[in-house]
Each structure stands twice: as structure tokens, then as C-alpha cells.
């Protein structure tokens, strides 16, 4: 399940948004202004922000520039901003995309998926590149499926290195029953 942070701060349209996204299966971290969302983004692993741009306490575009200093993080600003200017100032501060309000709440959750789809061909383009994870005194080599306690090597069913290889791809997160059952059995919870 990804986490999406949601930077809007129409407490109705928030709300709305964050219920389908739930329906949709996404983790949703509501955020209603800049600061919270700084929050959210260095205590959470977000794989996609959604964010306004104009903000009681900053802007979007500021808060894009400052998630690009550290992550490359998906971005689409949904925005009341609809001049040829706006939209071209959020393309360079690093947006993914850029949505117009009054937008179609169809449209926005399509565009969050494709860039799921994307971000899950990265995710396994980075396994292919990256064939090994370690933790501590934990060493999985993916390409072989072993595993290895120090230099013992450990008998693991498939679906046990599966469980390992998530909960080493996600270090210090809560992860709910839900979750696992999507990542490792492919079965929604």
C-alpha cells in the first residue's frame, strides 16, 4: 500500500479526497498546511504528494521546492491556479503533474495510479539493480533467495523471504495486516 500525503487545506475537499484515496487502497496523511505537511513528510515514507499551492501558512510550491532537496517523491499540484504561469512554475519547481480545480475526482485518482504503476516498475527496477538488502546482521541476496544470519545461511520458505525482503524494504514503519497480505499474497485485506 503506498502513502499518499495530501496538502489541502478545504477541510471538505481534504476529507473527500482522503475517503476515496482510502477506497482506493492508499495510506492517506491529511496535512493542512505547510508546516504539518513538513511534518508528516520527515516522520512518514511518502510515495506521492498531492498538494494545493495556495496555503495559509506558505505555498505548495515553496513546500515542492523543499521536498526536492531531499526525495525525489512523486508530486501533482491540485490547484485553483490555472494561469499558463502557475502551471508552468510547478512543472519547474519539480511537479509530477499538475491538476486545475475544478478538477474530476475520477481523473485525479486515475493519474495517482498511473504514477503507482510507475513507482512499482521503479520499485522493481531498483530490485534488479540493488540484489542484495541488509539489516543489521541480516544479509538477503535476492537474486539467489538466501538468507543469511551473519554467515549462517537460513532455510526460508518463498513466502517467508518474501515477508522478510518487506519488512526490510520498510524499516521503522507500522505496517498493517492489510498491507502484507496486498505486498506478499496479493489479496486485498
Known amino acids: 500500500m503506498a502513502n499518499i500525503l495530501l496538502l489541502e487545506d478545504d477541510e471538505s475537499l481534504n476529507r473527500g479526497i482522503t475517503l476515496k484515496l482510502q477506497k482506493e487502497g492508499y495510506q492517506v496523511f491529511g496535512a493542512f498546511g505547510v508546516t504539518e505537511a513538513k511534518k508528516i513528510f520527515d516522520s512518514q515514507k511518502i510515495d506521492l504528494i498531492i498538494s494545493d499551492i495556495t496555503m495559509p501558512d506558505g505555498n505548495g510550491l515553496d513546500f515542492a521546492g523543499w521536498v526536492r532537496k531531499r526525495s525525489d517523491v512523486y508530486i501533482i499540484f491540485l490547484t485553483a491556479l490555472d494561469q499558463e504561469v502557475d502551471i508552468v512554475n510547478g512543472y519547474d519547481v519539480g511537479a509530477d503533474d499538475y491538476i486545475t480545480k475544478p478538477f474530476s475526482l475520477l481523473v ?12 512499482d516498475q521503479k520499485s522493481e527496477m531498483t530490485m534488479q539493480t540493488e540484489p542484495e538488502i541488509c539489516s543489521g546482521n541480516i544479509r538477503v541476496q535476492r537474486a539467489q533467495m ?20 518487506y519488512f526490510l524494504e520498510h524499516p521503522g514503519q507500522i505496517i498493517s495486516k492489510e498491507q502484507i497480505l496486498e505486498a506478499v499474497w496479493d489479496i486485498d485485506g
Open 108 to 119: 485525479l485518482i486515475s493519474k495517482v495510479h498511473a504514477l503507482m504503476r510507475r513507482m
Open 146 to 165: 538466501k538468507v543469511y544470519h551473519g554467515e549462517e545461511e537460513l532455510s526460508l520458505s518463498k513466502k517467508e523471504l518474501q515477508l522478510l525482503c
